[in-house]
């Protein structure tokens, strides 16, 4: 291991931590999985810019690595008026 390198689950508990205390993302939900080179993350957001703004972090913390970013944008949206009648 060359010096500044991290090990894996270090550098998933940073990231990790980053995703919580960062005011861009302040980010719970999001797993964090370090396969070979590369960092994975992925779970659910309720906007693009909060996918994109979590891929930043990364790499912003691990430049060398490469991120697959699996996250899935979920619609925070009310639902909508159409509803069943049960009767």
Not at 5 to 31: C, K, M, N, W
Not at 50 to 58: A, H
Request: hydrophobic share 35%.
């Amino acid at each position: 291991m060359k010096a500044g390198e991290q090990l894996p689950q270090y550098l998933v508990a940073h990231i990790r931590r980053a995703f919580a205390e960062d005011p861009r993302t302040s980010e719970l939900g999001v797993r964090v999985t370090i396969r070979g080179s590369k960092i994975y993350l992925s779970g659910e957001v309720n906007s693009p810019a909060r996918k994109r703004e979590l891929e930043s972090v990364v790499t912003e913390l691990a430049p060398d690595i490469s991120v697959c970013n699996d996250i899935h944008v979920v619609s925070s949206a009310e639902p909508q008026a159409d509803y069943e009648d049960l009767q």
